[in-house]
């Protein structure tokens, strides 16, 4: 069931409740240690904020997600993207706030009459999780059976420390002849992820206590934005290690939606004499398209062309299509509150900077091989094929082996 307020704010929040419930918190506070910390400052193609929002939403187990912030631009950002925003009191928003106390602030608000089962705190500064890690986190902690969690990346350094004005090794024997091999069994806690029972920050002021657990991250996905310079470094790193084949995170997307121009076609347009155009699209396109169809999602075309032929494909296809919007965001967000979804659930295809708005916002934004670099840029997954060629089918085919469709059903219901 899905809580829609009277101002729609709050819209994407899903309620279940009681017994199993869980309350994802992010901690976005104006200033920190004397320094912005630029929550809303975008990071491949995102309010930084945003990241830890969806990933949270995507992890399809979070009941309420909430973003604690002294922050009006942060604020509007947690309700533009699915949180609700929750105003951070002046006494919390000391550097010397402990963020345990803010679970417990949380929690004395949210967390009656049906306190929730697991309490999740997100570091909004860690941007980099894939997708399904916070799911993963939580599935840890219950099968393990512990009370709380950390995520941590194995440390193969050699730690040292000051003690009493003296080096003191933390992680092994100076004089082992094998100190490399011995490191290898340290953990670094990297502050992304935490997942606790709500009794361990009531009563023990802290995120971990009781049986702890710990949650292993690639050593990659473990970097922070702690300063303004990390933007560029951490945007270089993500590009880097960026997909282009199917990527974890497909079988939670409900609704796929496609720009037309440059995606269903090569981006080109002939004009004949009578001033009628005609396109050339990709047969294999609509293939992929009527199988992904068939195995129940959904597929929306939104155009920012008023055109026949655009309208004439999509019926062909026994697509609904969208047409002349100038905003498409606007639209796109119009839609997903109709159909009662949240970013994380929605994946936008596009090619030029026209879709950049889309691309923005959802929790899987696709590019063409043929695309814009700045639509390149804020892409999680890339096609090889260019758009118009294939490039389509492509993608249809990731999402099909995701959500692991049967070939028989689907093949039965193309034939009805």
């Not at 076609?265 to 155009?277: A, F, L």
């Not at 155009?303 to 655009?310: D, F, I, L, Q, R």
């Not at 299509?321 to 596009?350: F, H, T, W």
């Amino acid at each position: 069931m899905r809580k829609v307020d009277a101002n729609g704010e709050g819209r994407f929040l899903e309620q279940r409740g009681g017994t199993g419930s869980v309350l994802a918190i992010i901690a976005a506070r104006r200033e920190s240690q004397g320094n912005s910390r630029e929550y809303a400052r975008t990071f491949l193609g995102k309010p930084l904020v945003a990241h830890s929002i969806l990933h949270a939403l995507e992890s399809n187990v979070a009941t309420k997600v909430i973003v604690w912030t002294d922050d009006v631009e942060v604020a509007n950002i947690a309700k533009d993207y699915g949180a609700l925003p929750l105003w951070r009191p002046a006494r919390d928003s000391e550097d010397e706030t402990c963020s345990a106390s803010v679970l417990t602030d949380v929690l004395d608000q949210f967390g009656e009459p049906n306190p929730p089962a697991l309490v999740v705190f997100l570091e909004a500064t860690a941007p980099l999780r894939r997708p399904g890690e916070v799911g993963a986190a939580i599935e840890t902690l219950e099968q393990s059976g512990a009370d709380s969690l950390f995520s941590a990346c194995r440390s193969h350094g050699l730690v040292w420390r000051y003690h009493d004005d003296r080096l003191v090794s933390l992680a092994n024997d100076p004089s082992s002849l094998d100190r490399r091999r011995e490191s290898r069994d340290m953990l670094l806690e990297n502050g992304s992820i935490y997942v606790s029972k709500p009794w361990v920050p009531r009563e023990l002021g802290t995120f971990l206590g009781g049986k702890i657990a710990v949650h292993l991250m690639d050593p990659l996905d473990s970097f922070q934005i702690d300063h303004p310079s990390d933007f560029e470094r951490l945007e270089r790193l993500a590009e880097m290690r960026k997909p282009c084949t199917i990527g974890h995170g497909l079988e939670r997307i409900r609704l796929l939606v496609l720009d037309f121009d440059g995606v269903m076609t090569d981006n080109r347009v002939w004009v004949h004499q009578d001033g009628t155009e005609s396109v050339a699209c990709h047969r294999g396109d609509g293939l992929g398209i009527g199988r992904l169809k068939a195995s129940g999602l959904g597929i929306l075309v939104i155009s920012t062309e008023t055109n026949p032929v655009v309208a004439a494909r999509c019926r062909k296809l026994g697509l609904e299509s969208i047409q002349g919007c100038d905003d498409k965001l606007s639209v796109l967000k119009s839609v997903a509150l109709e159909r009662g979804l949240n970013p994380g659930q929605i994946a936008y295809m596009g090619n030029d900077v026209n879709d950049l708005g889309c691309l923005g916002w959802v929790g899987m934004p696709i590019a063409v091989a043929d695309a814009l670099p700045e639509v390149l840029k804020v892409a999680r997954l890339i096609t090889k094929n260019r758009g118009g060629h294939g490039a389509v089918r492509e993608a249809t085919d990731w999402f099909f082996a995701a959500r692991g469709a049967d070939s028989e059903v689907v093949r039965a219901k193309q034939q009805k």
